[in-house]
């Protein structure tokens, strides 16, 4: 029966470990979503349906008249068609096709933002993952060490309060996993929406983040931003248009018919041919000019102030995510590692009737405490670094 036991014992971290989940397959299946797929090709044929509108001709127009004045009778039809001479239609073409770049741009934005809140669940659900082992392992000394005060309660060596306020810790461990092990679910929720897929297992991955790159790699990297693209693309768009409207030449329109004409027993036919062109004398495209000049001046700002913030952004992410990576990693060597010693000591000391109760469990809410706090330490560094990657476009792939 042992035998059996301790197999299944065995088998079960080579279970559990075949349902974890990293970080590189959750940003695998959150861009892999349909929905987020459809959603990207919806704003690019928007873009494009622009493209096929500016270049389309506008519609011919048909006009048939019948006339009758006394015995005479008059038809009459005819087929005209405008014509652009000024050139406008190329010019709001390249612009439409602009605004498609910017479009396109606009999607790559959007995966890298979908990127970092995949990332942001993730890591956020580990945290909590960690922080309920942590609890747990606190929840689980207390039924160690009970074993222990009863053993001396029976001897006559513990007193009454040491096991009233022995079991009043106990319960607030139990309150505190309940609550940590609620927010776990929940954030495991919110997680297998964003992937499409239950999360049924652990996560797998270091919490700490790497040391981010070199300050002068990511800032050649910075330029390549897809906000950037997308602005300096609406500006081009703008500016194609403001030519357009600056191209004031009239609209010809031309047409052709036929005319027939029947005044008792006389007939006569005829052919007819129409020109004529719009005179620019009230609307010049003053309002379309002003529009799109005005449009370009805010784009191309707009691109110049995104560039310094950014620049300004690179510079305080790294030096935060740089900065509280190191801490962490300091603050883990330096005052969780020696808790299982300290632990040791407090809890030999008790046995002993060196220390009381409450000497005891400060040693059990110290250790607890050093390693939430190195837990948040690591998940605020995960957070500066997930933000830096996004400004840079350096998620993991």
């Known amino acids: 029966m042992r035998h059996h036991l301790l197999l299944l014992l065995c088998a079960l971290p080579f279970a559990a470990g075949a349902q974890t989940l990293t970080e590189a397959e959750t940003l695998r299946l959150g861009l892999a979503r349909p929905e987020f797929a459809e959603l990207q090709r919806a704003h690019v044929a928007e873009a494009e349906a622009d493209v096929l509108e500016a270049g389309t001709w506008t519609n011919p127009t048909l006009e048939f008249s019948r006339d009758r004045l006394g015995s005479e009778r008059e038809k009459s039809w005819q087929l005209a068609q405008p ?44 945290h909590l993952q960690e922080a309920q082992g942590a609890v747990a392992a ?6 160690v060490i009970d074993g222990v005060v009863a053993k001396l309660a029976r001897a006559g060596e513990v007193a009454g309060y040491d096991r009233r306020r022995l079991a009043r810790e ?78 004031n030449l009239p609209e010809l329109t031309l047409g052709v018919g036929g005319k027939r004409v029947e005044d008792g027993p006389l007939r006569e036919n005829g052919n007819m041919v129409m020109l004529s062109f719009t005179l620019p004398l009230f609307d010049r495209q003053q309002a379309a000019d002003r529009r799109s000049a005005a449009q370009m001046l805010a784009a191309r700002a707009e691109l110049g102030l995104a560039r310094q913030q950014a620049e300004g952004e690179l510079l305080g992410l790294h030096r935060q995510a740089t900065q509280l990576a190191a801490a962490a990693a300091r603050y883990r060597s330096e005052a969780v590692a020696p808790s299982a010693e300290l632990l040791r000591i407090a809890e030999s000391a008790y046995k002993a009737g060196e220390s009381g109760v409450l000497e005891l469990l400060d040693a059990y809410k110290g250790a607890l405490e050093a390693e939430l706090t190195a837990l948040d330490l690591e998940a605020k560094a995960r957070t500066a670094r997930i933000e830096l990657d996004q400004l840079t476009g350096n998620h993991p792939q």
């Open 83 to 126: 014509f652009d001479l000024s050139g406008r239609r190329g010019l709001r073409v390249d612009a439409a096709r602009h605004r498609v770049r910017a479009s396109a741009a606009d999607n790559l934005g959007r995966r890298d933002e979908r990127a970092a809140t995949l990332r942001r669940a993730f890591h956020d659900t580990l």
């Open 138 to 143: 606190w929840a689980r000394r207390f039924a």
């Open 170 to 247: 106990q319960r607030s461990a139990e309150a505190k996993l309940a609550e940590t092990r609620a927010e776990l679910e929940r954030s495991r929720a919110r997680l297998a929406g964003l992937i499409g897929k239950d999360v049924g297992g652990d996560l797998a991955g270091p919490l700490l983040p790497d040391a981010p790159p070199p300050l002068p790699e990511l800032q050649g990297k910075l330029a390549a931003r897809p906000e950037f693209a997308a602005l300096a693309a609406r500006a081009e768009a703008a500016q194609a248009d403001n030519a357009a409207a600056r191209r």
